[in-house]
């Protein structure tokens, strides 16, 4: 954990407090994005439930955009100042955009510690997921309404040994995390979040809770 005050505010988009994270780490020197099309998970599907659709899982990354910690910053700036980012900056264009947990940092891997929760938002239950988040050594980060349920992003990197704990340690919190997702992540090997708003996933995720 490094010294420097995270500076989070009720209401902060996905986007702006992703880019005070990286702005809080300062070794992080890039991000990946991954553009995809929305889709309806098993829970909202009325599909039958065949293996087949419970084992599905999509392994293509073939679009991971890079953005430098000076681009990010520099995207921010713009959208704060009321001016749209020159074509090529990918962040509010018309898709669905997730961030990548997996940064290199100094030869190693590392990962922003990112996780979906399922649960109906309610004051309850995000006071359940806040106290879980401390109890489990989330101490700086946030918590984002997503639409249908929360997100959390926090701030001090986890190797990979750490992150696969804490992933374990969420799925143990049955009834709020989204124990598919998970599966997912750990099938990837990195963490992935929305970080955008398009058709059935109209709502930009944005910041109601903060860990500090």
């Not at 009720?10 to 553009?35: C, D, K, Q, W, Y």
């Not at 980060?141 to 639409?147: E, F, M, T």
């Not at 599966?183 to 809770?209: E, F, K, N």
Request: charged content about 25%; hydrophobic content about 40%; some cysteine.
């Amino acid at each position: 954990m490094n010294n420097i005050i995270p500076s989070f505010r009720i209401g902060m988009t996905a986007p702006e407090a992703l880019a005070e994270i990286v702005r809080v780490n300062p070794e992080i020197r890039a991000l990946s994005f991954h553009p995809y099309a929305p889709r309806k998970n098993v829970k909202e599907s009325s599909l039958p439930l065949h293996f087949s659709r419970l084992l599905y899982h999509d392994p293509s990354k073939e679009r991971i955009i890079k953005l430098t910690r000076e681009e990010i910053a520099a995207v921010i700036k713009l959208k704060r100042e009321g001016k749209e980012p020159q074509e090529g900056y990918f962040l509010w264009a018309d898709e669905v955009v997730g961030v990548i947990s997996r940064v290199r940092v100094r030869n190693k891997i590392l990962h922003i510690p990112l996780m979906d929760f399922c649960c109906e938002d309610s004051p309850d239950n995000l006071k359940q997921i806040k106290g879980f988040l401390y109890e489990v050594g989330q101490r700086r980060g946030v918590i984002l309404l997503s639409g249908r349920s929360y997100h959390y992003y926090g701030v001090d990197l986890l190797s990979d040994k750490e992150w696969v704990k804490f992933l374990g340690k969420c799925l143990l919190f049955s009834g709020y995390t989204d124990e598919r997702y998970i599966g997912h992540r750990l099938l990837d090997g990195c963490g992935i979040l929305r970080i955008s708003a398009r058709g059935i996933r109209s709502q930009m995720p944005t910041v109601v809770s903060i860990l500090e």
